[in-house]
């Protein structure tokens, strides 16, 4: 346990900035000292809480174990990394389809080295990271209590308790998600270990060793990979960056921490603008951060917070919060009383104290939580997701950071809040000590130390008990009905409708409707090609079949057109075109305007039309499935000969080299915002081309 007895103060090092003497310019000399039998059983409370917690998110996690369909997506682009076609969906097409780039590159560095089957290279990187997470968050946060143990007085017994913790694993998304296949687990991985880093830093003070200097930078590498990792975590990874670059640091430190900070990020960023010619992964445009909805996003909030009536354990959490403030305030007070006041440095400048202040808990606290706050408020912003509680699992996880393990300490003389004697400490000289009459300040902080040992634990109790008594709920019709906000629990929907409790392979999604059905049209049509679409009837698709004689140059491919991209296209060979109605693997779809009342994160609906006559299919009945519009097939051909629509599928489909990547590099601001419109006549409208006559004029 030597690493949970380091959590004891050192002089000089502080995690609150009273403190601090390169703070306030005092150093702290009466402070006490915990002995190693209260640090020890501050390290076993802590180890116990984190091993219980750790396994029982483990099993729990284990028990919901899938892969969900979203999380299928990324294995596609591993099956091309294989191949040799590179970092793409779709061989040939420079499309980023994967929100998350140190996902993708994460699992095909498993899969090179386990040459495992991809999907169960996803399930265990998931799992592992998100159980990982769980121990490394709580090690920050009793790193962060280290200098409390012992409490107001310096002398009670402390506990670690499990309690942030205990809220995240007991809300059921936060199991499903955590071996669904995408990258929440990394996500709170990543924010775990920035914020271990971020509390060492913070208790290091200002040094300029090379140890220290070397975990500066280390920090900041961490914290720069914020945008690879999820492209709006950057909230979190710039606000620790801010705070890095803004404390007591030299220059040549400040520059260090920018370029070790920014060379990923930058290098993979300008790589994106000229491979992909985009600023962000496809996603973002296909998903569309412009607008606000917030109606959706209340009703999102509402979806995750009701089941499960997460609004008591977050309350019970900023009771919390306010009770060890208020401990750490009367503890740096009591401390304070003691110091020597003719240590001050007078010619210390408002603005050195200030910067220093930046390197201490407090601050780190502080950017912390609003980091996590600013996450579940821009979340709101955007309407939330369709899937259950997923994008609010690790704003909730970051925030709340601070309180994964919270310190519940019992005073050592009880007494003295009754106003009763204590014993004196034992001496060599006298083996009967004579008792102490307790002075009025003391009994006021002994008094205070047991209210809030009290109070702590009667959190403690109530979110525990909250934990066991709703960690199993389910939303209402989960698995049946998806309801009018578009809001679904989406692993229990997939359960449902495959009668698997744990699907987790490409082949187990073959049992969901039209999937079957989908493979055997790709083999019956893989030598001709087409436009595989679906139909109405859960057992068969329509084919928009290819002309008998093909324009010269082009080539006969399948092309298959569904939403759910990740069960089918796991389930094509690689030289069968997937793409989908939103756009996250197919730049026409991701780059027309956002429908205002479509279901959220899937209101970006491209008609088929467009996709026939962007694949060359025969645009006539009654080769035409009948269900199409001959004259929209026949405006969606004209609209695609648009100069800026053009160039943007040039960008992805031209032949790659140097100077195209030149090209995408200038392009990639104006494909970003660019946007076509769903209708092809207003489309042709837009662009100023020549309406087509009708096919059938009447």
Same mark, same amino acid.
């Not at 979203?70 to 040939?92: E, K, S």
């Not at 996603?283 to 509402?302: H, I, N, R």
């Not at 066991?468 to 009905?481: F, M, Y």
């Not at 030149?662 to 489309?683: C, D, G, M, V, W």
């Given at each position: 346990?030597?690493?949970?007895?380091?959590?004891q103060?050192t002089?000089?090092?502080?995690?609150?900035?009273?403190?601090?003497?390169?703070?306030?310019?005092?150093?702290?000399?009466?402070?006490?000292?915990?002995?190693?039998?209260?640090?020890?059983l !501050?390290?076993?409370?802590?180890?116990?809480?984190?091993?219980?917690?750790?396994?029982?998110?483990?099993?729990?996690?284990?028990?919901?174990?899938?892969?969900?369909?979203?999380?299928?997506?990324?294995?596609?682009?591993?099956?091309?990394?294989?191949?040799?076609?590179?970092?793409?969906?779709?061989?040939?097409?420079?499309?980023? !389809?994967?929100?998350?780039?140190?996902?993708?590159?994460?699992?095909?560095?498993?899969?090179?080295?386990?040459?495992?089957?991809?999907?169960?290279?996803?399930?265990w990187?998931?799992?592992?990271?998100?159980?990982?997470?769980?121990?490394?968050?709580?090690?920050?946060?009793?790193?962060?209590?280290?200098?409390?143990?012992?409490?107001?007085?310096?002398?009670?017994?402390?506990?670690?308790?499990?309690?942030?913790?205990?809220?995240?694993?007991a809300?059921?998304?936060?199991?499903?998600?955590?071996?669904?296949?995408?990258?929440?687990?990394?996500?709170?991985?990543?924010?775990? $270990?920035?914020?271990c880093?971020?509390?060492?830093?913070?208790?290091?003070?200002p040094?300029?060793?090379?140890?220290?200097?070397?975990?500066?930078?280390?920090?900041?590498?961490?914290?720069?990979?914020?945008?690879?990792?999820?492209?709006?975590?950057?909230?979190?990874?710039?606000?620790?960056?801010?705070?890095?670059?803004?404390?007591?640091?030299?220059?040549?430190?400040?520059?260090?921490?920018?370029?070790?900070?920014?060379?990923?990020?930058?290098?993979?960023?300008?790589?994106?603008?000229?491979?992909?010619a985009?600023?962000?992964?496809?996603?973002?445009?296909?998903?569309?951060? /412009?607008?606000?909805?917030?109606?959706?996003?209340f009703?999102?909030?509402?979806?995750?917070?009701?089941?499960?009536v997460?609004?008591?354990?977050?309350?019970?959490?900023?009771?919390?919060?306010?009770?060890?403030?208020?401990?750490?305030?009367?503890?740096?007070?009591? !401390?304070?009383?003691?110091?020597?006041?003719?240590?001050?440095?007078?010619?210390? /400048?408002?603005?050195?104290?200030? /910067?220093?202040?930046?390197q201490?808990?407090?601050?780190?606290? /502080?950017?912390?939580?609003?980091?996590?706050?600013?996450?579940?408020?821009y979340?709101?912003?955007?309407?939330?997701?369709?899937?259950?509680?997923?994008?609010?699992?690790?704003?909730?996880?970051?925030?709340?950071?601070?309180?994964?393990?919270?310190?519940?300490?019992?005073?050592?003389?009880?007494?003295?809040?009754?106003?009763?004697?204590?014993?004196?400490? =034992?001496?060599?000289?006298?083996?009967?000590?004579?008792?102490?009459?307790?002075?009025?300040? &003391?009994?006021?902080?002994?008094?205070?130390?047991?209210?809030?040992?009290?109070?702590?634990?009667?959190l403690?109790?109530?979110?525990?008990?909250?934990?066991?008594?709703?960690?199993?709920?389910?939303?209402?019709?989960?698995?049946?009905?998806?309801?009018?906000?578009?809001?679904?629990?989406?692993?229990?929907?997939?359960?449902?409708?495959?009668?698997? &409790?744990?699907?987790?392979?490409?082949?187990d999604?073959?049992?969901?409707?039209?999937?079957?059905?989908?493979?055997?049209?790709?083999?019956?049509?893989?030598?001709?090609?087409?436009?595989?679409?679906?139909?109405?009837?859960?057992?068969?698709?329509?084919?928009a079949?290819?002309?008998?004689?093909?324009?010269?140059g !082009?080539?006969?491919?399948?092309?298959?057109?569904?939403?759910?991209?990740?069960?089918?296209?796991?389930?094509?060979?690689?030289? $069968?075109?997937?793409?989908?109605?939103?756009?996250?693997?197919?730049?026409?779809?991701?780059?027309? &305007?956002?429908?205002?009342?479509?279901?959220?994160?899937h209101?970006?609906?491209?008609?088929? &039309?467009?996709?026939?006559?962007?694949?060359?299919?025969?645009?006539?009945?009654?080769?035409?499935?009948?269900?199409?519009?001959?004259?929209?097939?026949?405006?969606?051909?004209?609209?695609?000969?648009?100069?800026e629509?053009?160039?943007?599928?040039?960008?992805?489909?031209?032949?790659?080299?140097?100077?195209?990547?030149?090209?995408?590099?200038?392009?990639?601001?104006?494909?970003?915002?660019?946007r076509? =419109?769903?209708?092809?006549?207003?489309?042709?409208?837009?662009?100023?081309?020549?309406?087509?006559?009708?096919?059938?004029?009447?």
């Amino acid at each position: 346990m030597q690493s949970i007895d380091g959590l004891q103060p050192t002089d000089g090092v502080g995690s609150d900035p009273v403190d601090d003497p390169e703070v306030t310019g005092t150093r702290t000399t009466g402070a006490p000292v915990v002995d190693k039998t209260r640090r020890r059983l !501050a390290a076993a409370s802590f180890l116990i809480g984190a091993v219980a917690v750790s396994t029982l998110f483990a099993v729990g996690a284990w028990q919901r174990r899938w892969i969900a369909d979203d999380g299928l997506i990324v294995l596609r682009t591993l099956r091309n990394l294989f191949a040799g076609n590179g970092p793409v969906f779709n061989a040939g097409e420079r499309v980023e !389809a994967n929100t998350s780039t140190a996902w993708t590159y994460l699992l095909w560095f498993w899969a090179w080295v386990t040459d495992g089957q991809l999907e169960y290279v996803a399930l265990w990187v998931a799992l592992v990271c998100s159980v990982a997470a769980i121990p490394i968050a709580m090690y920050g946060s009793a790193r962060l209590y280290g200098n409390r143990l012992g409490g107001i007085t310096g002398d009670g017994w402390t506990l670690l308790l499990p309690f942030g913790a205990i809220i995240y694993i007991a809300i059921p998304p936060a199991r499903d998600f955590a071996t669904s296949g995408l990258e929440n687990g990394l996500c709170i991985f990543w924010a775990a $270990v920035l914020w271990c880093q971020l509390v060492a830093w913070a208790r290091r003070g200002p040094q300029t060793t090379r140890r220290a200097s070397a975990a500066t930078l280390a920090l900041a590498f961490t914290a720069g990979l914020a945008p690879l990792v999820r492209p709006e975590l950057t909230v979190f990874g710039g606000l620790v960056l801010l705070l890095v670059f803004f404390a007591p640091l030299g220059w040549k430190m400040r520059l260090g921490v920018a370029v070790v900070a920014g060379a990923l990020p930058v290098g993979y960023q300008i790589f994106r603008m000229g491979y992909y010619a985009l600023l962000v992964p496809n996603p973002a445009v296909a998903k569309d951060a /412009s607008g606000a909805k917030w109606e959706q996003g209340f009703a999102y909030l509402t979806n995750l917070f009701g089941p499960y009536v997460l609004l008591l354990p977050v309350v019970m959490a900023v009771v919390a919060g306010v009770i060890l403030v208020v401990g750490a305030r009367l503890r740096a007070d009591a !401390a304070t009383s003691t110091a020597d006041p003719t240590t001050v440095d007078p010619d210390r /400048s408002r603005l050195g104290v200030l /910067s220093a202040r930046l390197q201490s808990s407090t601050a780190v606290v /502080s950017v912390v939580v609003v980091a996590g706050l600013i996450l579940i408020v821009y979340w709101m912003r955007q309407g939330g997701d369709f899937m259950h509680g997923r994008v609010l699992l690790v704003p909730l996880f970051v925030t709340l950071l601070p309180l994964m393990v919270v310190p519940l300490t019992i005073p050592a003389h009880l007494g003295a809040a009754f106003g009763r004697r204590r014993a004196a400490q =034992q001496s060599v000289i006298d083996d009967e000590p004579e008792p102490v009459e307790v002075s009025p300040a &003391e009994r006021r902080r002994t008094r205070v130390g047991l209210a809030g040992a009290v109070a702590m634990a009667g959190l403690w109790i109530t979110v525990l008990v909250w934990g066991i008594s709703t960690h199993a709920n389910v939303l209402p019709n989960a698995g049946i009905d998806i309801g009018r906000s578009g809001i679904v629990d989406e692993r229990r929907f997939y359960v449902t409708n495959m009668g698997n &409790e744990n699907p987790v392979t490409a082949e187990d999604y073959l049992a969901y409707p039209r999937m079957s059905a989908m493979v055997e049209k790709i083999d019956k049509y893989r030598e001709d090609g087409g436009v595989i679409l679906p139909s109405f009837n859960y057992d068969e698709w329509y084919v928009a079949q290819l002309p008998a004689v093909m324009p010269k140059g !082009a080539e006969r491919q399948v092309t298959v057109y569904f939403l759910n991209l990740g069960m089918t296209s796991m389930n094509a060979p690689l030289d $069968v075109r997937v793409i989908d109605q939103m756009g996250l693997a197919y730049p026409l779809a991701a780059h027309t &305007e956002r429908l205002e009342d479509g279901r959220i994160g899937h209101d970006k609906i491209l008609p088929s &039309e467009w996709v026939v006559a962007e694949a060359g299919a025969y645009p006539r009945k009654p080769v035409l499935p009948g269900y199409l519009d001959e004259d929209l097939v026949r405006q969606a051909q004209v609209a695609l000969q648009c100069p800026e629509t053009k160039d943007r599928f040039a960008s992805f489909e031209g032949p790659w080299s140097f100077t195209r990547f030149k090209h995408n590099l200038k392009q990639a601001f104006t494909f970003n915002s660019y946007r076509i =419109q769903r209708e092809p006549e207003y489309e042709i409208a837009r662009c100023g081309l020549e309406m087509p006559p009708p096919v059938n004029p009447e």
